[in-house]
């Protein structure tokens, strides 16, 4: 085993959480913005996605105050894209993902062989935002 760089997996979990925490306002907002005849599973879906983020980021900043670091106040910056038709969400959730999908295999890379609880942390969190892309690609077939 090699020896955890903690300053840079803080600085990793902190960009995480700062992305997390801006996924509760995106998918908050997301949920507020649907209309239409599939307004209400695709709202629940929305809250669903709002309230994963946010126990996503406590996870995180669990695990940043016990390597002693400290967890961020800020959000990632979001854009309003004033776009607001079920498509659109849909492919700017595809988006959000995929970049939380690459921060997490940042932070698989960062652990390995330095921390097996950390690998097996990051890894769990890479398959369950594969699964979120999965889902967002398989809504948004009907729109293609």
Do not use: C, W
């Amino acid at each position: 085993m090699r020896e955890l760089d903690h300053p840079k997996t803080i600085d990793i979990l902190n960009t995480i959480m700062e992305f997390e925490l801006a996924g509760v306002v995106r998918y908050t907002h997301y949920s507020l913005m649907v209309t239409g005849p599939n307004r209400l599973p695709i709202v629940a879906f929305f809250k669903a996605q709002a309230s994963e983020s946010l126990v996503h980021a406590q996870q995180v900043g669990e695990i940043l105050t016990g390597l002693d670091g400290h967890p961020t106040l800020r959000i990632a910056p979001m854009e309003e894209t004033f776009k607001h038709s079920v498509k659109d969400i849909l492919q700017e959730s595809l988006i959000h993902e995929g970049k939380a999908l690459d921060m997490y295999k940042s932070l698989l890379k960062n652990v390995t062989d330095a921390s097996i609880y950390l690998e097996e942390f990051a890894r769990n969190m890479i398959g369950q935002e594969e699964m979120h892309n999965l889902e967002l690609k398989k809504m948004l077939r009907d729109f293609s």
